[in-house]
T-cell receptor
Framework: GENVEQHPSTLSVQEGDSAVIKCTYS??????FPWYKQELGKGPQLIID?????GEKKDQRIAVTLNKTAKHFSLHITETQPEDSAVYFC?????????????FGKGTKLSVKP | DSGVTQTPKHLITATGQRVTLRCSPR?????VYWYQQSLDQGLQFLIQ???????AKGNILERFSAQQFPDLHSELNLSSLELGDSALYFC???????????FGPGTRLTVL
């Protein structure tokens, strides 16, 4: 089955710097890759996603890139702000065969220092 | 607010007991997914229902079961509870026309 590896497990940046979180997946059938942000005491919230027919997607300060050949995808946050501090999870799904269930990475705890 | 509701928010119980967690999906969403989040295992997929029928199973123990009712709400039943079952349990819902899963706020289960 699918396996998703996520690095780093913790990341500390200064406000205004960029943050990059990387994930690799094992199943070439995976075609949907969402990123979730989880704040303390809350459920995961989707921040951006990408499908396998697209190499890059951007939404304001957040971007995701996908390299299907290498089976890795990355989250880029620019101009970080203290409110970006949270745990970020990447996930992969093949949507069709597995009915859309998500396989998650272990998470990255991002701390943005003012 | 994702539109997915879960009750209760917190549940404290003893080993050997049985509990039921409830999830109401977003209006119109037919798919409900259950996930377990623990410190050592991260977020793990348990089971999925679509319009009342079980569609996929993940790492769900035999002591755990779920169902989805005609009004589309879902319940996750956990029995013969062990200390290791202490975790956050999330449900997520998804519409048929989108890949996006929307997560509820979760139920924190503590088994003493």
């Amino acid at each position: 089955g699918e396996n998703v590896e996520q690095h780093p497990s913790t990341l500390s940046v200064q406000e205004g710097d960029s943050a990059v979180i990387k994930c690799t997946y094992s199943d070439s059938a995976s075609n949907y890759f969402p990123w979730y942000k989880q704040e303390l005491g809350k459920g995961p919230q989707l921040i951006i996603d990408i499908r396998s027919n697209v190499g890059e997607k951007k939404d304001q300060r957040i971007a995701v890139t996908l390299n299907k050949t290498a089976k890795h995808f990355s989250l880029h946050i620019t101009e970080t702000q203290p409110e970006d501090s949270a745990v970020y999870f990447c996930a992969a799904s093949d949507n069709g065969g597995s009915q859309g269930n998500l396989i998650f990475g272990k998470g990255t705890k991002l701390s943005v220092k003012p | 607010d994702s539109g997915v509701t879960q009750t209760p928010k917190h549940l404290i119980t003893a080993t050997g007991q049985r509990v039921t967690l409830r999830c109401s999906p977003r209006s119109g969403d037919l798919s409900v997914y259950w996930y377990q989040q623990s410190l050592d295992q991260g977020l793990q997929f348990l089971i999925q229902y679509y319009n009342g029928e079980e569609r996929a199973k993940g790492n769900i123990l035999e002591r755990f079961s779920a169902q989805q009712f005609p009004d589309l709400h879902s319940e996750l039943n956990l029995s013969s509870l062990e200390l290791g079952d202490s975790a956050l349990y999330f449900c997520a819902s998804r519409s048929g026309s989108s890949d996006t899963q929307y997560f509820g706020p979760g139920t924190r289960l503590t088994v003493l």
